[in-house]
C-alpha cells in the first residue's frame, strides 16, 4: 500500500491520472496551496497539484524566465514544454509568491510557441495576502469568477450541493491525515518521513475520495503496526516547497526521522477544516484567505511561530530543519526568524539552502544534515 | 559589520554630508569646489548634481531638510515611520509622522560612497536575510537593524502583493525590531470597482492604524493642503515630462532621478514642489533656445530606461549618458500616474488618479488612487500584458517619449521583473525599440561593475546602429 | 594589402594576418592579466610566422574583452560584430552565430550582410561558459581537450541541473565519489551546458542556419550534445572556430581599407 503512495507521488502523470484521462473525464492543475481543490473538484474535475519533479534541466524555462528565480516553477515550466504535462486541460497560476506567479506569462508564450503541448484553459486567480472583511469580500468575488470560468470553460454548473459535497471529501482526507501525524507523533512511529511525505503529496494529484479510502486503509495498518522506529532523533521538516521524497529520504539517512512538518506540500494543506455550514463559497472562500501558514501573508510569523510550536510539541520533535530553495526569499528570511526563536526555547535548527530539482546537491547536503545530526548525538 | 562602521550612526553621516554639499555652494564656486578636496569620495555625484545649478542645489537642501526632520523627529515628539520608497509620504504629514524612506536613504548612500554600502547588506544576511534579497532594502535597512541611526516606532509596508522579497524585509524589520507592522495590499487587478474600493478601505487601514500609534487624529486642514500641493506639484512636474517629448530633449537626464526622489521623500509638500519648479524653469529655458538638456546642447540619441536606474556608482551612468549626449528619458521609476500626465493617454486615463478635495472622504480616497498607483505598486501586481501593468505602461512611454532604445537594469532581488524581462525585450524590439537587458545591481556594484555595465551599453549603442 | 585582426578575449589571445582576403597567418595563446601585453605578443607571433614586421600592415583592428587595452590598433570593433563578421564570410548562408568563449556565451543574429540584427549575452549567474569545462575537466581530472570525446562514448549521462559553477563543482566531486563513471558525467555536464546555450540562442528566436565559434566549438562533446538539444544540425565552418573573432576583425580591417581607397 505505501508501494502505491510512492508510486503516485514519484510519478508525474500516475496511474490514477491515467484512469482518470481513460474514463473521458479532465484535469485541471493549480500552482499553489492557496487555489480552492474543492471548487475544481466539484466541477466534476480533477485538481492536480503542479510539480517538477523530474525535470532534468532548464533550458526551456530559461527561454523564457530570466535567471535569479526559483527553479520550481522554472522546472514546472520546463516538464510542460517538453509535453509531460500533455494529461492537463487547465491551469489555474496564483501569486503565491513571486517566483510561483511569474509563471503566468512565461506559461501562455511558451504555450504560444509550442502548439499542442499546453492545455486550453487557463486562469490567472487572484488571492490577496491579508485577511480583512474587504479582503474576503474581494476574494469571494474573485472566488465567484473561478467557478465561472470554470463553469463557463468546462460546460458544467457547480452547484451549492457541488461545493458542500467536495467540502466534505476534501474536509475528511484532512481529518485522516491529521490522523496520520498523531501516528507519527507517537513514540513508536510506525511510518518514515520518506514515506508518509509520499502519502502526504499524493493527496494533491490524484481523485480525492479513491485517496480517502486508500489512506483510511492505511491508517488502521500503521495503527496497527508494532514494529514502529523508535530511538530516533525526531525531526520537523520546515520551509519552501519539497514534493520530492528523495529530499526527505536523504535527510533520514544520517540517522534522524522527520515526524512533522510545516510544509506548504505538507501539513498547511491540511491543518485547517471548510467549515460545512453557511454558504459553501464564502466558507471556501474563508478558509482559504484565513490560512496564514504560508509567509506570503505577511505580517503573521508569530502565528506561523505558535503552529511550529505547537508541531514540535505534538510531535515531539527534537530538533528542525528550516530548509529554502535558492531565491525564495520569504522562507528564507523567516527561517532566520525561527531558528532564533526555536533555539532560544532549546530546540536545535538546521538552516539550508537548496535548489528545487533531482537531488543535484545530494554531497552538500547530506554533509550538512551529517553534521548536525552528529551535533545533536553529543 | 566591521567595528569603524559601528562608530558612527548611518543617517547622521549622509545628513552631514549632504548638508555641507548643500552649503558649500551658498559661497563662491571655488569654495565650494574647494570643499570637495576633503571629500574625493562623494565628490562625483555632489558634483554632477550641483553641476545642474539651482536644481540641484535646492534638492541637496530638500534631502538635507528630510534627514534633519527624520533625525530630530523624537525630540520633537514625533512618531517614525519605517516606510518603503513607493509610499506617498503625503498623508503622513496630516498624521504628524515622518518617515524614513529605506529605500532612497539606501540610494543616498550607494551613490555618495565609492565603497557602496556593502558592510550594510552584508549584516542584514548575518542576521538573517537571504544573499539573493532585494539589495535596496538591505543596504540602509542593514544599517538600522544594528541599531546605527534612529529608532523607528513602526513600519508601513506598500509592496505586499507588488514584491515579496521587498515585502519580506519590511515584514522582517518589524518582528527583528518588534514593531507594529501595517501592510498596504495590492490585489493583481487595479481599475475595477472591487479592486478600487478594496484600496480605499485598505488605505483607511492604514490611516487608523497611524492614528493608534500616534494618539492623534488626521488634521483635515493639512490634509487639504497635501492635495492641493500635490496637484500642483503634478502639474509642474507633467509639464516638464510634456517637455521630455521634444526632439531634443530639453531636460537634462538627471531631472528624472530628481523626480521622483522628490515624489518619494516630499511627495504633496512644498519642498518637492519647489525643486521641480527649479527643474521645470531649466528645461523651459533650453526648450526656448532649442537646445537639449544635454550638457552640450546636442542629442544624439534618447534613452528609456524600462525599470529602475542604476545607483551604485556615483550618478556615473548619468554623467556617462550626457557625455555621450543621450537624453535620459525616465524610468518605471517615474510612472506615478496624475492624470495631467504625457503618457496617460486617453485609453490608459483610469489607470491615473485625480486630487479631489471636496470633502475629507474625497481627499482620503484621492491618496488612496494615488498610493495605488506609485511606481512599482501600479504595474508589477499583476500579469505583465493586463491592462495598466508593466507592458502597457512600458509601451506608453515609448509611444510618448520615443526613445531609440530601451535598458534594462535592476537588482538581483527582483524575481518579477527579472521573470518577465525577457518577454518583455522580446514585445520592445517587436516594437522596433533596441533593447538591452543587463544583468547586474542597482545597489550593490559588487555584482557587476559600473565600468562593465557601461561597456556592455557602449558596445550596444554601437552594434545596434544606435550611435552612429 | 596586408591587415590584421587581434582579439583578446578573457581567457585567450588571438590574431590573424590577412592578405587580400587569405589568411596569411593566425595564433592562439593564453592571455595573460595584462590585455596590451597579450596582444602584442600574439601579434608578433602571427607576423614572425608569415615572416612580416609590424609596418608591413596598413590596418589593425582590436576586439574582444581585452580590447580597450590595446594601444597599437587603429580602430577597436565589439567582438559580437567580429564573430558575426567572420561566420558570414565563411559560410554567407549563416544567420545565427553562438560563440562560446572562455567568460561569455553569446547568440548573435546576422543579416544576409554579416551586420548584427540582435544578441544576447548569458545571463551572469549561469554557467554556460568554456572556463566551466575548465574547472569540470580539473574536478575529473581530465585534460580539457579529451572531456569532449569522453562525453561521446558515454552510454548513460547522469543528470546535471545546477546552475552555478561552484555547486556544479562538489555534485561532480560527489558524483565521482558516488561511483558515475567519467564519461558519464563529461556526458552530463556538457548536455548541462548545451541546454543553456539552447535557451540563450532560443531567447532571440533561433535561425535553423546556426554556426559556432570560440574555443568551445573545438569540443567535438559540445558541438555534438549542442546539435542534439536544438535538434538543428550546426554547419562546420571551414579552418580553427577559436580564431574567429580575430579573423573578423581582420575582415572588418580590410573593408575598412576598401573604403579609404574608394
Ligand atoms: N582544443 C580544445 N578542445 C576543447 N575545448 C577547447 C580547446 N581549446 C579551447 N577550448 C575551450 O575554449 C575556451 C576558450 O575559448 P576562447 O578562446 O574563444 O575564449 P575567449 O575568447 O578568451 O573568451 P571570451 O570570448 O569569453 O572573452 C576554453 O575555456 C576551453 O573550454
Ligand atoms: S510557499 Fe506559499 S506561495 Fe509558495 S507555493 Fe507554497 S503556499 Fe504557495
Ligand atoms: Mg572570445
Redesign the interface.
Known amino acids: 500500500m505505501l508501494n502505491e503512495f510512492s508510486e503516485v507521488a514519484k510519478t508525474l502523470s500516475n496511474r490514477f491520472i491515467q484512469q482518470w484521462k481513460d474514463d473521458g473525464k479532465q484535469v485541471v492543475g493549480f500552482m499553489c496551496s492557496y487555489v480552492p481543490e474543492e471548487i475544481i473538484c466539484a466541477a466534476g474535475l480533477l485538481p492536480f497539484r503542479m510539480r517538477g519533479i523530474g525535470?532534468?534541466?532548464?533550458?526551456?524555462?530559461?527561454?523564457?524566465?530570466?535567471?535569479?528565480?526559483?527553479?520550481f516553477p522554472k522546472c514546472i515550466l520546463q516538464l510542460a514544454g517538453e509535453g509531460k504535462y500533455d494529461f492537463l486541460d487547465g491551469i489555474i497560476l496564483i501569486?503565491g509568491?513571486?517566483?510561483i506567479r511569474?509563471i503566468?506569462?512565461?506559461w501562455r508564450?511558451a504555450a504560444e510557441e509550442s502548439h499542442g503541448k499546453f492545455p486550453p484553459f487557463h486562469l490567472?486567480y487572484?488571492v490577496?495576502?491579508?485577511l480583512?472583511d474587504?479582503?474576503l469580500?474581494?476574494f469571494v468575488?474573485?472566488t465567484r469568477k473561478l467557478v465561472e470560468s470554470l463553469e463557463r470553460h468546462f460546460g458544467r454548473k457547480i452547484t451549492p450541493e457541488d461545493l458542500t459535497h467536495a467540502i466534505k471529501i476534501y474536509n475528511q482526507g484532512r481529518i485522516l491525515l491529521t490522523r496520520l501525524d498523531e501516528l507519527r507523533a507517537g513514540e513508536n512511529v510506525p511510518i518514515s518521513g520518506a514515506d508518509a511525505t509520499a502519502v502526504i503529496i499524493s493527496a494533491g494529484v490524484m481523485p480525492r475520495d479513491a485517496y480517502n479510502r486508500l489512506l483510511e486503509e492505511l491508517l488502521q495498518k500503521l495503527s496497527r503496526s508494532t514494529n514502529g522506529m523508535t530511538g530516533k532523533k525526531r525531526l520537523l521538516l520546515a520551509g519552501s516547497i519539497i514534493d520530492d521524497i528523495d529530499l526527505v529520504r536523504l535527510i533520514e539517512a544520517s540517522g534522524g526521522i522527520v515526524v512533522a512538518d510545516t510544509l506548504c506540500f505538507g501539513s498547511r494543506s491540511y491543518v485547517d477544516l471548510v467549515e460545512e455550514d453557511g454558504d459553501p463559497l464564502v466558507a471556501i472562500a474563508r478558509r482559504y484567505l484565513s490560512h496564514k501558514l504560508c509567509?506570503?501573508m505577511?505580517?503573521s510569523?508569530?502565528e506561523r511561530l505558535e503552529f511550529m510550536k505547537q508541531r514540535v510539541r505534538q510531535a515531539r520533535v527534537d530538533a528542525v530543519i528550516l530548509q529554502?530553495i535558492?531565491?525564495?526569499?520569504?522562507h528564507?528570511?523567516?527561517?532566520?526568524?525561527y531558528?532564533?526563536d526555536l533555539e532560544a526555547m532549546g530546540i536545535p535548527c538546521l538552516k539550508i539552502?537548496r535548489?528545487y530539482?533531482?537531488l543535484?546537491?545530494?554531497?552538500?547536503i547530506k554533509m550538512r544534515v551529517d553534521a548536525f545530526m552528529e551535533s545533536l548525538n553529543t | 559589520m566591521r567595528k569603524e562602521y559601528r562608530e558612527y550612526h548611518f543617517d547622521r553621516m549622509v545628513q552631514s554630508i549632504i548638508h555641507f554639499a548643500s552649503l558649500a555652494y551658498d559661497g563662491t564656486p571655488k569654495e565650494a569646489f574647494g570643499m570637495f578636496r576633503y571629500a574625493p569620495r562623494f565628490r562625483e555625484a555632489i558634483e554632477t548634481i550641483l553641476k545642474t545649478g539651482e536644481p540641484g542645489v535646492l534638492l541637496l537642501k530638500m534631502i538635507d531638510k528630510y534627514l534633519i526632520e527624520v533625525l530630530t523627529a523624537h525630540e520633537r515628539g514625533k512618531k517614525i515611520a519605517l516606510c518603503t520608497f513607493n509610499f506617498s509620504p503625503g498623508v503622513l504629514k496630516p498624521l504628524d509622522v515622518v518617515p524614513i524612506c529605506l529605500e532612497p536613504v539606501t540610494t543616498l548612500g550607494v551613490m555618495m560612497w565609492l565603497r557602496g554600502l556593502g558592510e550594510y547588506l552584508n549584516y542584514c544576511c548575518e542576521i538573517g536575510f537571504t544573499e539573493t534579497s532585494c539589495s535596496a532594502q538591505r543596504g540602509a535597512l542593514g544599517a538600522y537593524l544594528a541599531g546605527l541611526g534612529v529608532k523607528p516606532d513602526f513600519v508601513l509596508c506598500n509592496s505586499i502583493g507588488v514584491c515579496d522579497t521587498n515585502a519580506t524585509a519590511f515584514n522582517f524589520a518589524a518582528e527583528y525590531l518588534d514593531l507594529p507592522f501595517y501592510q498596504l495590499n495590492a490585489p493583481p487587478l487595479l481599475t475595477d470597482e472591487r479592486s478600487q474600493k478594496y484600496h480605499r478601505q485598505d488605505f483607511r487601514g492604514l490611516i487608523s492604524f497611524a492614528e493608534e500609534q500616534t494618539g492623534k487624529k488626521l488634521d483635515v486642514d493639512l490634509l487639504r493642503e497635501v492635495i492641493i500641493e500635490t496637484d500642483k506639484q503634478d502639474m509642474i512636474m507633467c509639464e516638464i515630462e510634456d517637455l521630455m517629448r521634444l526632439v531634443p530633449s530639453p531636460v537634462p537626464g538627471i531631472f528624472n532621478v530628481f523626480m521622483y526622489s522628490a515624489k518619494y521623500i516630499y511627495g504633496g509638500s512644498k519642498e518637492a514642489t519647489d525643486v521641480m519648479a527649479s527643474m521645470l524653469e531649466v528645461a523651459k529655458r533650453n526648450a526656448s533656445e532649442g537646445r537639449a538638456g544635454t550638457t552640450s546642447g546636442k542629442e544624439d540619441a534618447r534613452a528609456f530606461a524600462v525599470y529602475v536606474d542604476h545607483y551604485s556608482a556615483q550618478l556615473r551612468p548619468w554623467s556617462w549618458l550626457d557625455s555621450k549626449n543621450i537624453s535620459h528619458l525616465g524610468c518605471m521609476m517615474n510612472g506615478f500616474w496624475p492624470v495631467h500626465a504625457p503618457y496617460a493617454e486617453e485609453n490608459l486615463k483610469e489607470g491615473t488618479y485625480i486630487m479631489d478635495s471636496t470633502n475629507e472622504d474625497t481627499m482620503i480616497d484621492s491618496l488612496a488612487d494615488q498610493m495605488s498607483r506609485m511606481p512599482m505598486v501600479k504595474q508589477i501586481r499583476g500579469p505583465y500584458d493586463d491592462p495598466h501593468q508593466w507592458l502597457s505602461d512600458t509601451m506608453a512611454s515609448i509611444r510618448t517619449y520615443k526613445p531609440d532604445f530601451c535598458m534594462y537594469t535592476g537588482t538581483i532581488g527582483c524575481r518579477n521583473t527579472w521573470g518577465a524581462i525577457k518577454i518583455l525585450a522580446r514585445d520592445t524590439e517587436k516594437m522596433g525599440i533596441p533593447t538591452l537587458i543587463i544583468f547586474g545591481d542597482a545597489f550593490d556594484h559588487r555584482i557587476t561593475s559600473w565600468e562593465s555595465m557601461r561597456d556592455k551599453i557602449d558596445e550596444f549603442l554601437t552594434v545596434r546602429g544606435i550611435l552612429k | 594589402m596586408l591587415v590584421a585582426g587581434c582579439d583578446v578575449g578573457s581567457l585567450t589571445a588571438k590574431a590573424v594576418i590577412l592578405s587580400d582576403g587569405k589568411i596569411l597567418s593566425q595564433a592562439v595563446r593564453r592571455a595573460n592579466s595584462r590585455p596590451e601585453e597579450s596582444a602584442k605578443e600574439i601579434m608578433d607571433l602571427a607576423l614572425a610566422d608569415a615572416g612580416l614586421a609590424f609596418s608591413d600592415l596598413a590596418y589593425v583592428i582590436g576586439t574582444g574583452y581585452g580590447r580597450r587595452q590595446i594601444s597599437f590598433v587603429n580602430e577597436v570593433v565589439s567582438e559580437i560584430v567580429c564573430h558575426g563578421k567572420a561566420a558570414q564570410w565563411l559560410n554567407p548562408s549563416v544567420r545565427m552565430v553562438i560563440d562560446v568563449g572562455g567568460q561569455d556565451a553569446k547568440a548573435i543574429l546576422v543579416d544576409e550582410n554579416g551586420s548584427v540584427v540582435r544578441y544576447v549575452y548569458n545571463d551572469k549567474c549561469a554557467s554556460g561558459t568554456g572556463r566551466f569545462l575548465e574547472i569540470m575537466a580539473e574536478a575529473l581530472e581530465v585534460p580539457l581537450g579529451e572531456l569532449g570525446e569522453q562525453a561521446t562514448i558515454s552510454q548513460n549521462p547522469v543528470s546535471i541541473s545546477n546552475q552555478c559553477t561552484v555547486f556544479a563543482e562538489t555534485e561532480v566531486v560527489s558524483l565521482l565519489n558516488n561511483g558515475k563513471a567519467i564519461p558519464d558525467i563529461a556526458s552530463g555536464l556538457m548536455r548541462a551546458m548545451a541546454h543553456r546555450i539552447a535557451a540563450l540562442a532560443k531567447s532571440i528566436g533561433l535561425e535553423p542556419e546556426i554556426a559556432m565559434s570560440g574555443g568551445v566549438a573545438k569540443n567535438q562533446g559540445m558541438f555534438s550534445a549542442l546539435e542534439e538539444v536544438l535538434g538543428l544540425k550546426i554547419m562546420r565552418l571551414e579552418g580553427d572556430p577559436q580564431i574567429n573573432g580575430a579573423l573578423g576583425a581582420a575582415l572588418l580591417a580590410e573593408e575598412a581599407m576598401r573604403k579609404t581607397v574608394s
Not at chain 1, 535558492?326 to 520569504?330: G, Q, V
Open positions: 525535470a532534468s534541466s532548464t533550458s526551456i524555462a530559461d527561454t523564457y524566465f530570466g535567471p535569479v528565480i526559483c527553479s501569486p509568491c513571486d517566483s511569474r503566468d506569462e512565461c508564450k490567472y487572484g490577496p495576502h491579508k480583512t474587504y479582503s469580500e474581494w468575488a474573485e509567509p506570503r505577511f505580517g510569523y508569530k529554502n535558492r531565491f525564495c526569499d520569504m528564507g528570511s523567516e527561517n532566520s526568524l531558528e532564533r539552502e535548489e530539482g533531482p543535484v546537491e545530494e554531497g552538500r
